[in-house]
């Protein structure tokens, strides 16, 4: 269509008003680069940019789309209890782990799970010990391993949480985007 247009426009300049397509006077020449420069189509490497830019916009309003999704389903429930069942069942596979490889493991920050961890030691469900290196080791208590078996599901549909509709395989990798998302603090 720009093109039609192109070919349908005259020069204004001159007594001639020759077609813009092959103009003859040297102002003519200059609008009708002027214009056809305005008319470029897009190359190889602008698609591929714009390309890259509609995905990081298209994933950027589904990551917030997603989090509004999960804040609302979460409404109502204490997420600090959930940061703390996180790390009783983190305690359940390493056991003895130091507060820093916790921070690391967890990927909480330090205030946080200092606040987490106060708590569950209120609770009685860890026991913080200070180690030779000057490392506090964090090991889960008697009562901490009972509130982790509490966790459990009672029936086979107490399970479905907000990533059931998810497969094993698609948590993983979801786990791994999303921890690199935060490392990279963008």
Do not use: W
């Amino acid at each position: 269509m720009k093109k039609e247009q192109l070919e349908q426009e005259h020069c204004p300049y001159c007594k001639r008003h020759c077609s813009l397509k092959d103009p003859h006077c040297g102002k003519g020449k200059t609008l009708a680069k002027s214009m056809s420069e305005k008319v470029k189509v897009l190359g190889d490497s602008e698609k591929e940019a714009l390309k890259k830019l509609q995905s990081e916009l298209k994933l950027s309003l589904l990551y917030q789309k997603g989090m509004e999704t999960l804040s609302k389903k979460a409404e109502g429930k204490d997420s600090g209890k959930l940061i703390r069942s996180y790390i009783l069942n983190i305690l359940v596979e390493k056991n003895g782990i130091t507060s820093k490889e916790l921070k690391e493991y967890s990927g909480l920050e330090k205030e946080e799970l200092k606040k987490v961890l106060d708590k569950l030691e209120d609770k009685g469900e860890i026991s913080i010990k200070d180690s030779k290196e000057k490392e506090r080791t964090i090991h889960l208590t008697q009562k901490g391993e009972q509130a982790v078996l509490l966790q459990l599901p009672k029936d086979k549909n107490a399970g479905d949480r907000f990533f059931s509709v998810l497969t094993e395989e698609e948590k993983g990798k979801l786990e791994i985007i999303l921890s690199k998302l935060i490392r990279s603090r963008v």
